[in-house]
């Protein structure tokens, strides 16, 4: 059974940093490809990072430069690295595997 746990999430400043780490339970994660996905409260989920077992990552136009995903297959993690923080950019942010994601951690950028 795939089992995905968010953490790291939190209250910042606009232009601040947080760290989001994600183990995987139930993944074949040498083999997998992981991803990160942000929502907000009434729109739909947004992907914003993946990353292939072989080191192929994606990161959404918005957050290029300031967003990184790597990953550590012999923990079952996946991290996303989040600088430059904007307001905009608070909500739910969800690891994902395949059509499985977490249950979210909240991050927060409010002055």
């Known amino acids: 059974q795939v089992q995905l746990v968010e953490s790291g999430g939190g209250l910042v400043q606009p232009g601040e940093s947080l760290r989001l780490s994600c183990v995987a339970h139930?993944?074949?994660?040498?083999?997998?490809?992981m991803g990160w996905s942000h929502q907000t409260p009434g729109k739909q989920r947004e992907l914003v990072a993946t990353?292939?077992?072989?080191?192929?990552?994606f990161v959404t136009d918005s957050v290029k430069g300031r967003f990184t995903i790597f990953r550590t297959d012999r923990k079952n993690m996946v991290y996303l690295q989040m600088n430059s923080l904007k307001t905009d950019e608070t909500g739910v942010y969800y690891c994902t595997y395949m059509e499985h994601w977490g249950q979210g951690t909240q991050v927060t950028v409010s002055s």
């Open positions: 139930g993944v074949l994660f040498a083999g997998s490809t």
């Open positions: 990353l292939t077992y072989d080191g192929k990552a």
